[in-house]
């Protein structure tokens, strides 16, 4: 009777397969990782833009509409001053970018007579209701994440506030302290990222004659 040989069969991985295979799932694991952090990332930065381009366009809507506040500050000396059905059209709708606080600020510019045309600060938020002596805040947005506010003149000129005339929406800029404008220059605006090697940037630019926000590349201007 010849003999039968049986081979048994391996039950379990060697040490060399092991390891591969783990080495497999790190890698794995860390470009995963890696790719949601990307990923939020880029929605961080494009939820940003939005929010900032959207603040802007509605300064601007707000101007051509001609939106009229309750004047309860009597900005317009007609002895009315307690908001009764007495309404009053700022002399301006505008965003002030605070870059030092990474904040901009929609307002309505009451125009006080010591300091026509500029940003003259604002109080909480009060649903377009004109009170004290300055401007009044509509809304406000916080940069956050990692991200940097940008605002400046096309050839670099120190400008942190965009302001919209209303009906027509005629367009001046200014600093925050001074009704310096603007005439012959984009006003530049948009978002950084930081601490990261491969930061984005996105900015739009506005001209004191269209007044309205485009693409730096449209208007070969560049970013801050």
């Known amino acids: 009777m010849a003999n039968k040989r049986f081979h048994k069969s391996r039950g379990g991985y060697t040490l060399i397969e092991l390891i591969i295979v783990t080495m497999l799932i790190g890698i794995l ?4 990782i890696a790719g949601l952090i990307r990923s939020r990332r880029v929605s961080r930065f494009n939820a ?57 600020i929609l307002f309505a510019d009451l125009d006080d007579s010591n300091n026509v045309g500029a940003y003259d600060g604002t109080l909480d938020f009060n649903e377009y209701v004109a009170a ?7 809304g406000e947005y916080q940069v956050t994440g990692d991200l940097e506010l940008l605002a400046e003149g096309s050839t670099g000129t120190t400008t942190n506030t965009v302001m919209f005339s209303p009906i027509f929406a005629d367009v001046a800029f200014s600093n925050a302290a001074a009704n310096t404008t603007l005439t012959n220059e984009f006003f530049v605006f948009g978002l950084r990222e930081t601490n990261v090697t491969d930061a984005r940037e996105n900015c739009l630019a506005i001209h004191p004659i269209a007044g309205v926000p485009e693409t730096t590349d449209a208007t070969s201007t560049a970013c801050p």
């Open 48 to 104: 940003g833009n939005q929010q900032v381009g959207s603040r802007v366009r509605e300064a601007r809507s707000l101007a051509v509409t001609g939106k009229a506040i309750l004047d309860y500050g009597d900005y317009d000396n007609d002895l009315l001053d307690d908001g009764d059905g007495d309404y009053v059209t700022p002399a301006h709708y505008g965003i002030h970018f605070d870059v030092g606080n990474n904040m901009l």
């Open 29 to 32: 694991t860390v470009a995963g």
């Open 132 to 138: 004290s002596g300055r401007d009044l805040k509509i």
